[in-house]
């Protein structure tokens, strides 16, 4: 088995396949809400092109997860979108994911990654929380900017020395 986690900062070769893989997932559990399908349908304008992130899993050569930072401040960015292929699943791929994340968020100097979650997905929370994400209470969040499936907030707080970059 052959992972690559290609890392996208400034054009989206794998468009189709980012969408692919998160319409597939969010409707299979959920349902599509208007912020999903502004995204997934110009993944360049919502995340790329405001300074934000796309990682993209190839699974010898072919893609099977996705996920992306998205900028919120100057201290605050976002892992949003993270979803792996069924057929792939169970092979770490999510971990990867999360942990290139995790490691460009600290290269940028970001001193804190957040995440919307919903706790029906089990797996997806075990592993936020072995990559070191803790849960902060819906109460202390603005929530009228969350998605309407999300029911667990969680943040990781990075420790970087780095100066962060600004996008916005």
Not at 53 to 60: D, G, K, R
Not at 75 to 86: G, H, I, S, W
Not at 93 to 108: H, S, V
Not at 112 to 133: C, D, P, W
Request: aromatic share 8%; hydrophobic share 45%; proline share 3%.
């Amino acid at each position: 088995m052959s992972v690559e986690i290609i890392v996208r900062t400034n054009s989206m070769a794998y468009a189709k396949d980012f969408k692919r893989i998160n319409e597939d997932w969010i409707s299979s559990n959920f349902w599509l809400e208007e912020a999903d399908k502004l995204v997934l349908n110009d993944p360049q304008k919502y995340i790329l092109d405001k300074g934000g992130v796309v990682f993209i899993a190839l699974l010898n050569g072919v893609p099977v997860g996705t996920c992306a930072l998205v900028v919120q401040d100057f201290f605050t960015c976002e892992l949003v979108k993270m979803a792996v292929d069924p057929q792939a699943r169970n092979r770490g791929i999510g971990r990867l994911l999360g942990l290139a994340l995790i490691e460009k968020a600290r290269d940028r100097g970001f001193k804190r990654v957040v995440l919307e979650g919903n706790t029906k997905m089990t797996a997806s929370i075990s592993l936020y929380r072995q990559l070191g994400f803790e849960e902060v209470p819906l109460s202390e969040i603005n929530q009228s900017q969350l998605h309407a499936r999300c029911n667990i907030y969680m943040e990781l707080k990075l420790d970087s020395n780095v100066l962060p970059e600004y996008y916005i």
